[in-house]
């Protein structure tokens, strides 16, 4: 795609305002043509190179106008970025700065009345890279202010360079897991999480202390939630889970100087217990998360669909569907150039099944909204989600009588990936399906007692107890109970809640 799109997308009408008055106070000339650029660009123009320059020989010229209309944009957003953010980071950064231009003409008092609040915020947002940064000014201006203790300031320095290098050691191990999370998850690998994190550790010599903090946490959740979605197993993070809760009990005091990786920890924490089917409890923390994202409303973009999806599973599978609808819906109403298109496309699958559930073929319209191919969507989101939505695919378009496009969709999924899904030893999709295909060729065989034992024994697997895989499997018991799926759902969650046997 056009990256110099793709750039002028994230900026809503306000930022093209402000930015065309930034290129008009840079432009020397009035012959440049940045401006007009921008305005083709907005209007995806396909003879846009043509209304800019008269012929093929320009073409060197077009080019340098983009890249130059490029980094303008980027010094427009840093430069907006810095000047309007509340974000406690950047507040260290200004400080900086400032003590630099103080030194520099021999105010030192104030200089280091600066650099003292920035050291104050860097330590509280646990900032030892920034903190570095201020120790080492101090350092290179001792000189100026005779009253500075050289010896205290190389303790400080010294345990700022053990911090940095515990930091440094984590967001290692944090990439070497990230790596290798991607290939379970692109490329079907089978990693055992217990393992790989213990064997991290030991390769990058992590005590137990430099997991005991927000940034730290907010990593282990991130890759703890990533590795059960994968395997559809929330109890294999159980330990992390209760671990990042007696963290946060322990340190409620902190968590406003780490907003961003306190909401992380909560939306992690509320998605483990949504899809552990403990909805109480993620309710809980998803109003703890509403009541952060009220005080903090720069983090609103970043994190209110991520609230809403959840918030509107928990109603639906406690048995709101209008509620959680309402909610799904109004939560596809904010969606804007900045949002994460996969989290677009999980609101609208979500849509999908709440209408497919009862049987409303409305399912169809918002299933036609998810319209890229297969490579696609494996590319942007991985394995897991194009299985899954390929299954919904399959058992929408069986529900309402669409049965070549069911066969067309189960013939490309199967080319596509059953050697994938042996190779990972996923059989319970392949079993899945295989249930499907007889009930297409033999529709009565779903009455069959022992064709009800074969289903109602996937219910059985632990990994099928996860939610999603009960809404498909209750999809088939509700044809011979000639009930709605969403009533059969409801009635198994409640059955496993209590540990009871599946309904027969």
Not at 112 to 122: G, N, V
Not at 140 to 148: F, R
Not at 354 to 367: G, I, T
């Amino acid at each position: 795609m056009d990256q110099l799109k793709l750039l002028i997308g994230t900026l809503d009408e306000n930022d093209i305002i402000d930015l065309k008055s930034f290129l008009n106070k840079k432009n020397k000339r009035l012959d440049v043509k940045n401006i007009k650029l921008l305005d083709i660009l907005k209007t995806d123009d396909i003879n846009k190179q043509k209304k800019l320059f008269s012929n093929d020989k320009n073409l060197d010229a077009y080019h340098a106008l983009r890249k130059r209309l490029s980094e303008n944009i980027l010094l427009f957003i840093s430069q907006k970025a810095f000047e309007s953010s509340q974000n406690d980071t950047y507040e260290i950064l200004r400080y900086l700065l400032m003590s630099h231009f103080l030194f520099e003409n021999n105010l030192e008092k104030l200089a280091i009345k600066s650099i003292a609040r920035a050291e104050k915020l860097a330590l509280k947002l646990e900032q030892y890279s920034l903190l570095n940064e201020l120790l080492l000014t101090k350092l290179q201006y001792a000189h100026l202010y005779p009253q500075m203790d050289l010896d205290q300031l190389t303790e400080q320095f010294q345990i700022n360079l053990n911090n940095l290098q515990r930091e440094a050691k984590m967001n290692l191990a944090y990439a070497f897991i990230r790596k290798h999370i991607n290939e379970i998850n692109l490329q079907g690998k089978i990693i055992n999480l217990t393992d790989l994190i213990g064997n991290t550790i030991q390769k990058f010599k992590i005590a137990t202390v430099d997991f005991m903090n927000y940034k730290s946490l907010y990593q282990i959740l991130f890759i703890a939630n990533e590795f059960a979605a994968i395997y559809q197993n929330y109890n294999l993070i159980a330990p992390y889970v209760r671990k990042t809760y007696r963290y946060i009990q322990a340190n409620s005091s902190n968590k406003e100087a780490h907003t961003y990786q306190h909401l992380y920890i909560l939306y992690y924490i509320a998605n483990f217990l949504f899809r552990s089917k403990d909805f109480a409890q993620s309710q809980k923390y998803l109003l703890e998360m509403q009541g952060v994202l009220a005080n903090n409303n720069s983090y609103l973009p970043q994190f209110q669909q991520k609230h809403q999806l959840i918030w509107g599973l928990n109603q639906y599978f406690t048995g709101n569907r209008e509620g959680a609808i309402e909610t799904i819906k109004h939560a596809l109403t904010l969606k804007s150039s900045r949002n994460n298109p996969q989290e677009i496309d999980d609101l609208t699958l979500s849509l999908v099944l709440f209408y497919a559930q009862n049987n409303e073929s409305k399912a169809l319209h918002f299933l036609s909204k998810l319209s890229h191919t297969d490579v696609w969507y494996e590319k942007k989101y991985g394995m897991l989600w194009i299985i899954r939505k390929n299954l919904m695919q399959i058992l929408v378009y069986l529900q309402f009588e669409q049965i070549d496009l069911s066969l067309s969709r189960i013939k490309s999924f199967k080319r596509r990936y059953q050697s994938y899904l042996n190779s990972i030893k996923e059989f319970r999709v392949l079993q899945f399906l295989k249930i499907i295909e007889k009930y297409i060729q033999q529709p009565k065989m779903i009455h069959d007692k022992r064709n009800q034992e074969e289903v109602l024994a996937l219910l059985q697997m632990e990994e099928n107890k996860d939610i999603f895989n009960i809404s498909f499997i209750a999809w088939f018991i509700a044809i011979w109970r000639k009930e709605t799926s969403y009533q059969i759902t409801l009635e198994l969650i409640s059955e496993i809640q209590n540990e009871n046997l599946p309904v027969k």
